[in-house]
């Protein structure tokens, strides 16, 4: 037997997890929204939604735009999502921490 779980934080609605991070990480990777949702096989109408989603229940950007041009624009992220990716980090290595004690307890075998 093991243990399985997710961790996500929420306001009105799903604001941040697994999946928003693993995005994010891609942008700060490659440089594009565009690219990152490729990257993880989303659709970039999916990742543009998913962001401002994300946005708006947190209350902060996420991403710095930058619009087209010569250079062919572009995503970075803001130091807010920096400090979020961060801490949601610290907070699930805490927890599995936690978790796998608590587990170890409850379910070891005698």
């Known amino acids: 037997m093991r243990l399985r779980y997710k961790i996500w934080l929420e306001t009105e609605g799903k604001a941040f997890g697994e999946g928003p991070l693993q995005l994010l ?5 490659l440089g594009s929204l565009s690219m990152a949702a490729q990257e993880l096989n989303m659709s970039y109408s999916k990742a543009w939604k998913l962001i401002n989603l994300l946005e708006s229940n947190l209350g902060f950007k996420l991403l ?22 961060q ?8 927890a599995a921490e936690t978790l796998d004690i608590l587990f170890e ?3 070891k075998e005698s």
């Open 25 to 29: 990480r891609q942008v700060d990777k």
């Open 105 to 107: 307890k409850h379910f």
């Open 64 to 85: 710095q735009r930058e619009i087209g041009g010569n250079s062919g624009g572009g995503s970075s992220l803001t130091e807010e999502a920096r400090v979020l990716m």
């Open 87 to 94: 801490k949601y980090l610290n907070f699930n290595r805490e």
